[in-house]
């Protein structure tokens, strides 16, 4: 069975430090891969998607990136934190077959002080 | 229009009632519509599905009402539990334009069933 990993489960960071989180799915391969950004309380931002190796796509303009170093693994990144990043930090997958779901990890609780 | 509207944005409903989600679009051209379960600090889990080809779908106590001439699909949830106190998040998707499976989400409902 698939299954989606996603470390750290929270993270304190001050401002201006550097990001890195990262995601992995095991059990499928060339799987479309999603990071989304919950606010408290609010609805999910989708930040970046990818469906190969080395192709992303950006849909918010933002301080923060995204990589596919492997087939199974994506990586958000950040150079120097804001304030405003703050947020619970959400990666998915789906096959990317027709009319599949996304299947969510546990998320990153990302506090910036 | 990108757009999924969901409400009621909280919902209040007593153990064993009918707990009911509303969500409208507007782009014809969505054909994938699941919703999606989220407890406090989890990644959503997807619920139940459904395609526009289909006017309901059951599973268990979840039902997804699907209306394609009013462009609305809507969640009950029958015999209405504590343990189903959680977000909502209803969604929408296009398939075809080159397989993302980008999905559009609702703002979500916060559902909290009182025992």
């Known amino acids: 069975s698939q299954t989606i990993h996603q470390w750290p489960a929270t993270l304190v960071q001050p401002v201006g430090s550097p990001l890195s989180l990262e995601c992995t799915v095991e059990?499928?391969?060339?799987?479309?891969l999603y990071w989304y950004r919950q606010a408290a309380g609010r609805g999910l931002q989708l930040l970046f998607y990818s469906v190969g190796i080395g192709q992303i796509s950006s849909e918010v303009p933002q301080n923060l990136s995204a990589s596919r170093p492997q087939d199974r693994q994506f990586i958000l990144s950040s150079k120097k934190l804001l304030l405003s990043d703050s947020g619970f930090y959400l990666c998915?997958?789906?096959?990317?077959?027709?009319?599949?779901?996304?299947?969510f990890g546990d998320g990153t609780r990302l506090s910036i002080l | 229009q990108q757009q999924v509207k969901q409400s009621p944005q909280s919902l209040i409903v007593q153990k064993g009632g009918i707990s009911i989600i509303n969500c409208a679009y507007e782009n014809t051209a969505f054909d994938y519509f699941p919703w999606y379960q989220q407890f406090p600090g989890k990644g959503p889990a997807l619920l139940i599905a459904?395609?526009?080809?289909?006017s309901e779908k059951k599973e268990g106590r979840f039902t997804i009402s699907f209306n394609k001439s009013a462009k609305q699909f809507s969640l009950h949830i029958m015999d209405s539990q504590p343990g189903d106190s959680a977000t909502y998040f209803c969604?929408?998707?296009?398939?075809?334009?080159?397989?993302?499976?980008?999905?559009?989400f609702g703002q979500g409902t916060t559902l909290q069933v009182k025992p």
């Open positions: 969604a929408a998707s296009i398939h075809g334009s080159g397989n993302t499976g980008k999905l559009i």
């Open positions: 459904i395609r526009p080809d289909v």
């Open positions: 998915a997958w789906t096959s990317g077959q027709y009319n599949q779901p996304q299947h």
């Open positions: 059990g499928t391969s060339n799987p479309n």
